[in-house]
């Protein structure tokens, strides 16, 4: 079978499963006595198995198998959870996940996983794997897990094979444990095992082999094998196919009738749920939502057609309002609402819950506690919230380095907090939440806060700042200092921080997103970083304003406030001109001569001004025109003219022109 076709739905398959598998493992690290949560990280282990055999990846099958063994132990209450059994089962994901990544790059799945495997094992017999003395502790109670182990091997069903075998007889099918004597003088156990198989095939599935199926391809058993089979035959016909295989002394098949274990299982699911009712369930249909996977490439193929629609759309408006008729502007208007629906149909296919990214913070912070010998609590609020997959890509480093700031400068060790009348565990929050037109991100911590004499007299000893200067700076821009490139406070290199590269890279990638990022923190009570995201980086509303002959565009999301020159008092500071906003004294730039723009003495003089603000400052800006806002596509400027300072992109106005798009942050 050609199991390309199939790949790029095992690889989506596959993370989703081991994402799973790395929640759920936080939560029975949380309460180990919960074996509801065992159940659903068996059952994904379970299909990762499948999934990996059917596609040919034995290394992934086996390490899967080698968990499961542990986690069905876990689950008929053999062996206890353990702090052990917790990180080798963390580190078994961590192989699965290394080992999907090889395959995503084109390799096998082939990596030496014999340590783990060895760690699972002991696991598996109720040894511990950390020091000699727990693992003869534990050996002493080994004898009554093997016992119970040699009853599970004759026939026992776990939940999710009674499940399937009452769902078949809901359906009209039958369960048979069929046991099938091979003859003394065979030879090739296997082989015939596997042709017996063979001989059944296409009537029904095989469910459960005993010994397992590892056992059986390896000829690890005696002469007699077992295997529940579903299916619509009648025993005889299966028995006459059986023995048409050669070196088969006897077959004895039985029919499953009895399936109380299975319902004994669920009623221990459910006891709190019929607590709350005995009302007969409910017959009516569920409503299923119906979805597809649609490769991303498609869906920005799909944006970039209405990018072109949009750029097409204002050409015609301009024609509509040069000729003036009215038939023509009604069917225009028609147009232009028709296509703000498209518009609004296609973002929100592009819109992915930012939960894609947070996902893999709780095991993160996990991992980073351990190593600083912290006790940190992660809490997580609005996952659910929607952002565009262009940033959702670009937004896991950033974040990721934030968070560790967080954890390593942020959040002190338990004995600090309690010399200090803290709770001994540290609280990290991460939230999104949706702004007007922006998602927010914001990243608290109850941590010890950011020392502004410490940043200060950093930044004087790496030339950023001189003494003089620092005592005028305000809290706000001592904090921005933290951004500056090679800027960092620890005091020794570690894995964690001291390379002064963290906060400078989120800031530059935040900006790469049309994003900001701004700082809180009062000392001894904890910090807050916000991050400021676009719902989208390919269409935005924005304000075209004129200059001399050039045409350009302000984002909507950057303006506070546009009025008229002449409304307005400047006044003059340090030889700059400045005005009065809110009580707040905001810089007045002249854009002309700013971006350079040649105008000569017949040109009109500057006419409007527009309030920006960016990481809470206000700046004034002063333009010839406002000619009015409309939608724009954002086109990137090319390697060529990346680096142009002030302009983040450029777009094509209705009459073909092209205009450029203000970075309001870079100006500021």
Not at 140 to 149: C, F, L, M, T
Not at 549 to 569: D, F, H, K, N, W
């Amino acid at each position: 079978m050609d199991t390309n076709q199939y790949l790029v739905l095992f690889i989506d398959e596959g993370r989703e499963h081991l994402q799973n598998l790395n929640d759920k493992m936080l939560a029975l690290e949380n309460d180990p006595n919960d074996l509801s949560v065992v159940n659903e990280i068996f059952r994904s282990a379970h299909t990762i198995k499948g999934m990996s055999a059917s596609m040919g990846f034995e290394d992934m099958a086996n390490l899967t198998h080698k968990m499961e063994n542990v986690l069905d132990a876990l689950r008929h209450k053999q062996i206890d959870v353990t702090p052990d059994m917790i990180d080798a089962l963390f580190e078994s994901i961590d192989h699965l996940e290394a080992m999907l990544d090889q395959i995503i790059q084109g390799q096998s799945d082939k990596r030496d996983v014999s340590d783990i495997v060895r760690k699972l094992q002991a696991l598996e017999k109720g040894e511990a794997i950390s020091n000699d003395s727990e693992q003869s502790a534990s050996k002493s109670k080994n004898g009554a897990v093997e016992s119970k182990s040699k009853n599970n091997e004759h026939g026992a069903l776990n939940e999710t094979e009674w499940e399937i075998v009452s769902k078949a007889k809901d359906v009209g099918l039958s369960a048979y444990f069929i046991k099938v004597n091979l003859t003394d003088d065979c030879m090739l156990k296997a082989a015939r095992a596997v042709m017996v198989f063979q001989a059944i095939e296409g009537q029904g599935d095989v469910i459960k082999t005993i010994p397992d199926s590892e056992k059986i391809e390896k000829a690890e058993f005696d002469l007699t094998f077992s295997f529940i089979f579903i299916t619509g035959e009648s025993p005889d016909k299966i028995k006459h196919d059986i023995l048409t295989v050669s070196e088969i002394d006897q077959v004895e098949i039985d029919e499953i009738t009895q399936i109380k274990a299975q319902e004994n299982i669920i009623e221990s699911h459910h006891q709190t749920e019929k607590k709350e009712t005995n009302k007969p369930k409910s017959t009516a249909p569920v409503q299923v939502n119906k979805t597809i996977r649609v490769n991303l490439d498609r869906l920005d193929h799909l944006l970039n057609l209405f990018e072109e629609l949009i750029i097409d759309r204002g050409r015609l408006e301009q024609i509509s309002n040069e000729v003036g008729d009215h038939h023509l502007k009604s069917q225009v208007e028609k147009i232009h609402r028709v296509s703000n629906q498209l518009q609004e149909t296609i973002l929100n296919l592009r819109m992915v819950p930012v939960e894609t990214v947070f996902n893999r913070f709780p095991r993160m912070v996990r991992n980073l506690s351990k190593e600083l010998n912290k006790k940190i609590e992660l809490v997580i609020t609005g996952a659910d919230t929607e952002v565009d997959r262009s940033i959702v890509d670009e937004l896991g480093d950033p974040l990721v380095h934030l968070l560790r700031n967080s954890l390593d400068h942020g959040i002190e060790l338990p004995e600090v907090r309690k010399e200090n009348g803290k709770s001994e565990t540290g609280t990290v929050q991460l939230r999104a939440f949706h702004s007007g037109n922006h998602v927010m991100i914001e990243i608290e911590d109850d941590g010890a806060g950011i020392d502004r004499q410490k940043i200060t007299a950093k930044a004087i000893e790496n030339g950023l700042i001189t003494l003089e200067a620092s005592s005028k700076l305000s809290d706000q821009d001592v904090f921005h200092l933290m951004f500056a490139s090679g800027f960092s406070t620890a005091e020794k290199i570690s894995d964690i921080s001291g390379r002064g590269v963290g906060l400078d890279v989120v800031q530059s990638n935040i900006r790469k997103i049309g994003g900001t990022v701004s700082v809180e923190s009062t000392l001894g009570k904890g910090s807050r970083f916000t991050v400021k995201l676009p719902l989208t980086l390919s269409i935005i509303n924005a304000m075209l304003i004129k200059l001399g002959e050039e045409t350009y565009a302000v984002p909507i999301s950057s303006i506070v406030e546009t009025m008229l020159l002449r409304q307005i008092e400047l006044k003059t500071v340090n030889k700059k001109e400045v005005l009065i906003y809110r009580d707040a004294v905001v810089p007045f730039i002249d854009l002309r001569n700013f971006l350079q723009v040649p105008h000569s003495d017949s040109e009109a003089s500057k006419q409007a001004v527009i309030i920006v603000k960016q990481s809470n400052n206000y700046l004034a800006f002063a333009v010839d025109e406002l000619l009015g806002h409309q939608d724009i596509v954002i086109k990137s400027l090319g390697n060529y003219l990346k680096n142009v300072e002030g302009i983040s992109g450029a777009t094509i106005l209705g009459d073909g022109r092209v205009a450029l798009i203000l970075d309001c942050e870079a100006i500021a």
